[in-house]
């Protein structure tokens, strides 16, 4: 981990003495939590002092506002999921794995290293869609972790029904980026759902999609409708 982490106008600066550390931690500590049971709208600065047990001007000899906590708060939870997919990744013999098994074990190592972040995703892409420090922060996240499940899947490309595919696989984990998007959004949303089509239904069948969609060869361009982009092509759109 770097000593300073800069983005924009928020420098988190780690502290030098251990107790300045300590203090530091337990403000991290109480922002995710409050977060993660409550949502960021419930974040205020004199909760998370009260939940630290430290002071305001504690809190903002670190961080300028709400917003810059919430960034460290982005950063810290990211780290550890990294940290957390990496060391499932490092568990498992991937040579010894079809693709089917391939895919879903990087399904499942993602929802191990995700589990019981909802309210904090939502957190982080909701105000990431007007804060450009917790969008970058974000995307510099995802760009991570595809390169990691990419690296896996292309152990089995000559299984791949795809031309290219690397940009195959990039799609492929897109795709699991983009349910997890899905699943938080709609699950939080406070919108009923019918019960035959829960928000979680398409979290159930990812590795299913994934798994068909590498292995089934793109319509050719010469089969689609007139006016109609193949699927080949949409999903170079979506790997762009």
Known sequence: MTQTVQHAQHIVKEPCQKRSRDSQERILKAAEALIRSKGFEALTTA???RKSK??????????????????????RVQEREETC??????KVDWDALTLEECVRRLVEIKQIATKDN???FEAFVVHGATDPVLRAQGYQHKAVIEDLEVEKLMRHAAEFGHADPETAARVAS??????QEEYV???????????NAPPDLLLGKLADVIIAYLKTP????DLAEPG???????GEAVAG
């Open 47 to 49: 909760e998370v002092v």
């Open 54 to 75: 430290t002071s305001i001007g504690t809190l903002y000899a670190r961080f300028s506002d709400k917003t810059a906590l919430l960034h460290a708060v982005q950063n």
């Open 85 to 90: 997919i990496r060391r499932q990744m490092a």
């Open 118 to 120: 909802h309210r904090l």
């Open 174 to 179: 897109r795709l699991a980026q983009a349910a």
């Open 185 to 195: 959004q709609r699950s939080l949303s406070g919108v009923s759902f019918p019960p």
């Open 218 to 221: 793109p319509v050719s361009a």
């Open 228 to 234: 109609q982009a193949s699927p080949e092509s949409e």
